[in-house]
């Protein structure tokens, strides 16, 4: 594989982000994203994901590139194909796409403060955590806030260990069929054998 050098590098990244703030794309440009992104994922990201990926013909001479959102509940592919969108982001647009008072919240958070020190205390974790705590059900009172299901599934392994291990069981059940995350931990707690058997959490 030639490597590239750092102008390379620079010319494609313009370019992409050339396309990326365009407003409309001419055929060629479009056919060109097309083919960018599927060789992309052919050759490096993951070659499977164009076998079973329902947006991808066999073979490959068709496939939908995902380009914005369309509305509230649509998204549209490079195309201008719109598509209506019945996953939601698994529960993230529990308000829609783009709800213009989260865009407005976004917005106005960064351009106030776009990342907390790490060393100054975060108002903003103290009162969501008590927020958190009142309109939960029962006593519980401490919020660990994490990025992603994966970390909370990381963290919901750790705090079982700490608390079980102690007691001899080193045991995680996981239902069949059930997702986790990519992680060592929650991987490790998914039902598919060949993930699951890699690693032993004991
Ligand atoms: C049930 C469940 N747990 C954990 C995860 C992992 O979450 P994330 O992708 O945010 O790391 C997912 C993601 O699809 C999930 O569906």
Redesign the pocket.
């Known amino acids: 594989m030639a490597q590239w050098k750092y102008r390379e590098v620079y010319d494609y990244t313009e370019k992409i982000l050339g396309y990326l703030l365009k407003h409309e794309l001419s055929s060629e440009e479009i056919k060109w994203f097309i083919n960018e992104t599927l060789e992309g994922f052919q050759e490096y990201v993951n070659p499977g994901f164009l076998r079973y990926r329902k947006s991808v013909t066999k073979g490959g001479q068709y496939a939908a590139v995902e380009w914005k959102d369309s509305g509230p509940n649509c998204f549209m592919d490079i195309t201008g194909k719109e598509y209506i969108d019945c996953l939601g982001g ?1 529960g993230i647009y529990n308000v829609g796409h783009r709800h213009p008072k989260v865009v407005k919240a976004v917005v106005d958070q960064l351009s106030k403060q776009a990342l907390h020190s790490q060393e100054l205390l975060d108002p903003l974790r103290a009162v969501l955590a008590k927020i958190l705590a009142k309109i939960t059900p029962g006593d519980l009172k401490y919020t660990f806030f994490s990025n ?4 909370s ?1 990381e963290a919901a392994i750790k705090l079982a260990k700490m608390y079980q291990n102690k007691r001899g069981r080193h045991t995680f059940i996981a239902a069949t069929r ?5 992680s060592l931990g ?1 991987l490790s707690c998914t039902a598919k054998a060949a993930f699951s058997v890699t690693v032993r959490l004991k």
Do not use: D
């Open positions: 698994y992603s299901g994966t970390e599934v059930a997702f986790h995350g990519k929650s």
